[in-house]
């Protein structure tokens, strides 16, 4: 069955440290990757995504995202977070074939000024 | 630039009520789809209309039912509330011939509380 794994239920930083969120997905086909946030309140917006090509996506805020094929992974990296970084992640694949989203349970990261 | 709008954005209910949730799409979006976000949960779909015709359908209950109207906003209806339908409902809207449906923008979602 089609799933996503994030790692990391909750993460706490202190602002300038590194981020490292792990998301693998379980399925058989060619799929898009996707990094969702949803900041306190608000609705879920696109952090960047992977359809094809290089595996190395970069996003907005700084955020990058690398497709490992063999290990299905699909882990989100920030060199150096940022207080306004507080928010949920989301991991989210769209298989080529189907018609919907599979998100991951999310990781609540709060940064710490 | 204009966004996905859901109303109403809180809703309280009783059990075995009903509700009615709104979701309009980005102009000239001709998809819609539903998802359901439990507290601490990620979201599920639950089902997706493309030019008012159902196109897919997830996790939505029996009691639940939905439908795209000409003007291409979607309602969904959920009858008979239990206290495990609480949960944040947003919506997303897509174009087929802009992106397609893996480039959905979402509502802001409708908060329901079932008491």
């Known amino acids: 069955a089609q799933s996503v794994s994030q790692h990391n239920h909750h993460v706490i930083l202190s602002e300038a440290a590194s981020l490292e969120l792990g998301c693998n997905y379980s399925y058989g086909g060619t799929v898009n990757l996707f990094w969702y946030v949803q900041y306190p309140g608000q609705h879920l917006q696109l952090l960047l995504k992977?359809?094809?090509?290089?595996?190395l996506v970069k996003g907005i805020k700084g955020f990058e995202a690398e497709f490992i094929k063999s290990k299905f992974s699909f882990n989100l990296r920030k060199p150096s977070v940022q207080w306004s970084d507080t928010a949920e992640y989301f991991c989210a694949f769209f298989p080529n074939t189907g018609n919907q989203f599979y998100f991951g349970t999310g990781t609540s990261l709060t940064v710490i000024p | 630039a204009a966004g996905v709008i859901q109303s109403p954005r809180h809703l309280i209910k009783e059990k075995r009520e009903t509700a009615t949730l709104k979701c309009y799409p980005i102009?000239?979006?001709?998809?819609v789809y539903w998802y359901q976000q439990g507290p601490g949960q990620d979201p599920q779909f639950l089902i997706s209309?493309?030019?008012?015709?159902?196109?897919d359908k997830g996790s939505i209950p029996d009691r639940f039912s939905a439908q795209q109207f000409s003007d291409y906003h979607s309602e969904l209806n959920m009858s008979s509330l239990e206290l495990g339908d609480s949960a944040l409902y947003f919506c997303a809207s897509s174009s087929w011939t802009s992106g397609g449906p893996y480039e959905q923008y979402f509502g802001p979602g409708t908060r329901l509380t079932v008491t």
């Open positions: 992977y359809f094809s090509g290089d595996p």
């Open positions: 102009p000239r979006h001709d998809t």
């Open positions: 209309f493309y030019e008012k015709m159902q196109s």
